[in-house]
């Protein structure tokens, strides 16, 4: 009963390259979501996604950063023509519900350093 | 946005009681009280949450204060695998837009 699998674990990625997260939810969890940890902060919420859906993507940033999360297979997150600050820790979390207020569910996360 | 304050980091010994304590004195009436954690180099772990009454379940306790502008957080008996950045959460709009602090870090000493 695997947990909510993120891949790579470390990325690093030159100024202006693409960086592409992945995340695989839970098995029977349909709820998937992205936050960004600066070192030393929380969270920030970025994206909320369902099959297909994109429900809330009030915390992205404007330009350069999508997600997707297609019929098959795992959501990704993917940054254009990175930056600097774009260097940071990224978790994805699921869950079974909309709006559960009983704990989502996280992996293990993806560094993403830019150089 | 409501917020949460938390002392930076707090030590206790091993098989002790800890109290984690918050203060989220802005708080509003419908704002639920998350709890999660986070170990060095992995993902946040949900803990716990309430709205009003004080919760119990197999990893703490939380107690909420009457006026529920502060709570805490309590774990029995820590042990090492117990240390910890523990965070202290209000739900403002939704459950997944929590509004993250930048916690406490629990020192566990053996």
């Known amino acids: 009963n695997a947990g909510v699998m993120q891949n790579p674990r470390h990325l690093v990625r030159r100024r202006g390259q693409e960086a592409r997260l992945r995340c695989s939810p839970m098995?029977?969890?349909?709820?998937v979501y992205w936050y960004r940890q600066l070192p030393e902060e929380g969270l920030k919420f970025m994206v909320y996604?369902?099959?297909?859906?994109?429900?809330?993507e009030s915390g992205m940033p404007k330009e350069r950063f999508s997600a997707e999360f297609p019929k098959e297979g795992p959501s990704i997150l993917r940054i254009q023509q990175v930056v600097r600050g774009d260097s940071a820790a990224y978790f994805c979390a699921s869950s079974p519900l909309s709006d559960n207020p009983y704990g989502y569910t996280f992996g293990s996360g993806t560094r993403l350093t830019v150089v | 946005d409501a917020k949460t304050t938390q002392p930076n980091s707090m030590e206790s010994n091993e098989e002790e009681p800890v109290h984690l304590p918050c203060n989220h004195s802005t708080i509003s009436g419908t704002d639920y009280i998350h709890w999660y954690r986070q170990l060095p180099s992995q993902g946040p772990e949900y803990v716990i949450h309430?709205?009003?009454?004080?919760v119990n379940n197999r990893m703490a306790s939380l107690a909420i204060a009457e006026d529920r502008k502060s709570s805490t957080l309590i774990l029995h008996r820590a042990t090492l695998r117990d240390a910890a950045v523990y965070y202290c959460?209000?739900?403002?709009?939704?459950?997944?837009?929590?509004?993250w602090g930048a916690g406490t870090k629990l020192i566990i000493k053996p």
């Open positions: 098995k029977g969890h349909s709820h």
């Open positions: 959460i209000l739900s403002v709009d939704s459950n997944y837009q929590l509004i």
């Open positions: 996604l369902q099959k297909e859906n994109i429900i809330d």
């Open positions: 309430g709205l009003t009454s004080n």
